[in-house]
């Protein structure tokens, strides 16, 4: 999936492409949300992306996005639930997440700032 496409289908938590399991997304969502947020990695790349002073989600670079899509991956590698880890590991589901969190992580910083 390219970043662009997310941009234009305005992803995020409880809004994902069309035929998206997005019960599945949301559970995802909210587990990479809390490890990212738990993990300095996470934390410095988000700082660099603010640093780079864009406004909004319409920015997210692909660095940064490509970064967190890996986080993201490496977020589930040792989850349990194999179903899980498959669904989210996988390079749609893992980039849609990365840019959801990211939206959330912006979102939350203007609210913020």
Avoid at 9 to 28: F, G, Q, T, Y
């Amino acid at each position: 999936m390219y970043l662009q496409q997310l941009r234009e289908m305005e992803v995020r938590h409880n809004h994902w492409p069309e035929n998206s399991d997005a019960l599945r997304l949301n559970n995802c969502f909210d587990i990479a949300d809390a490890t990212l947020n738990s993990w300095k990695e996470a934390h410095d790349a988000f700082q660099r992306l603010l640093a780079k002073e864009l406004a909004g989600a319409k920015n997210i670079d692909v660095d940064t996005h490509r970064e967190f899509t890996r986080l993201v991956i490496r977020a589930f590698k040792d989850c349990e639930d194999f179903s899980m880890k498959s669904f989210a590991t996988n390079k749609f589901p893992s980039e849609c997440i990365a840019y959801a969190v990211l939206v959330a992580w912006v979102e939350q910083e203007a609210a913020n700032g």
